[in-house]
């Protein structure tokens, strides 16, 4: 709040001689200040005040009223309702802010799932990419190689990215208003965006196992002779098709995914809390198992003679699946790819 001086009034004098009024705005409260030359702003007008009386004074400084006047000013009265509401918003505010989640408190940096908010200069990120919806509302993905931008630089302002439930990137502007989305549209469902290890951005879905499910016993088969095992990259909460865990493990804060001596899969949070496991294993001497992703969803315990000891679900369509490991405690599997920031 602004008070100025006037006249003969000091901080410290009597009263003020001289009072004009202004009504000014502030945080949506309308009060009611002294100024020398006041406008006041009620809607689209501007009405200009006249002096007060010279018999309305006010003190400024320690609140002592020494108005004599048949209509009061009420300076100090609607200054203290506006200060005790300001104080109820802020801390309203920060409650807020406390209680509600952010995006990298929902997931892990490099993945987005449906229902979750990207905000303005909200980004995924791993090493030597980076993918952001900028101030400038133009979607960016920063990486060694060709990248990729939506184009709607310029076009809005505090936009927000989503992805939707049929698999689609949606760009809203600060109304909510619909500034651009990914062409691809997928079949309804939970979708996951994962900003990959090689620097590019890809939409899986949807859903299609979490290990929050109750466990099944898979048949016994053993994989294709052109089937070829290959180690996790540098994203420690992903497994895609092809990749394998055997003596390393997914990880995501507190959840840990992995295979077990006895080739059980288990899903754990620390220290110890047994979330999920497969079931099915051998009792015994270890017998060297691993797990597999392949290009048809299905998540396999494979033993080192290559015979299938479970299988997560029923086989979908060939693709590229991604098996990813939350922070909420679900380990799920999403595919297949519907779109990539490589082929757009």
């Known amino acids: 709040m602004r008070w100025a001086k006037e006249g003969n009034a000091g901080w410290g004098g009597a009263c003020m001689r001289t009072i004009r009024l202004e009504w000014d705005e502030i945080m949506g409260q309308s009060i009611w200040v002294h100024r020398k030359d006041a406008w006041v702003r009620s809607g689209a007008e501007r009405k200009r005040y006249q002096a007060a009386s010279p018999t309305h004074y006010e003190r400024l400084g320690n609140g002592l009223n ?11 009265s609607k200054a203290a ?6 104080r109820i918003l802020f801390f309203s505010s920060l409650v807020l802010l406390l209680l509600l989640p952010s995006p990298s408190a929902a997931n892990e940096g490099n993945i987005l799932l449906t229902g979750d908010i990207l905000p303005t200069d909200g980004q995924l990120s791993v090493p030597g990419a980076k993918f952001v919806i900028q101030s ?17 630089s310029g076009r809005a302002t505090n936009c927000t990215l989503t992805l939707s439930e049929r698999g689609q990137f949606i760009i809203r502007n600060g109304n909510g208003s619909v500034v651009w ?16 290890p090689d620097g590019h951005v890809s939409i899986y879905g949807p859903s299609r196992w979490t290990a929050v499910a ?32 055997d003596d390393n493990k997914l990880e995501s804060r507190d959840y840990t995914f992995a295979v077990t001596e006895s080739c059980n899969l288990a899903f754990t949070k620390a220290p110890k809390d047994l979330l999920w496991e497969s079931g099915v294993g051998y009792r015994g001497l270890p017998r060297h198992c691993f797990a597999r992703l392949n290009y048809f969803g299905q998540l396999s315990i494979v033993d080192d003679l290559y015979t299938v000891v479970w299988n997560s679900s029923p086989a979908g369509v060939e693709g590229e699946y991604v098996l990813a490991v939350q922070i909420d405690g679900q380990a799920a599997i999403y595919g297949p790819k519907i779109w990539s920031s490589g082929s757009s």
């Open 136 to 152: 400038d509302c133009n979607l960016v993905l920063y990486n060694e190689g060709s990248g990729f931008q939506s184009g709607t």
């Open 181 to 196: 989305y990914s062409p691809v549209i997928g079949n309804l469902g939970t979708y996951a965006a994962i900003l990959r």
């Open 214 to 245: 109750p466990h099944t016993t898979g048949s016994w088969q053993r994989p294709a002779k052109e089937d070829q095992l290959w180690t996790p990259q540098s994203a420690p909460n992903l497994l895609f098709s092809s990749q394998v865990l």
């Open 81 to 86: 309702a506006f200060m005790a509401r300001t």
């Open 66 to 76: 020494c108005a004599a006047a048949s209509e009061p000013l009420e300076v100090q």
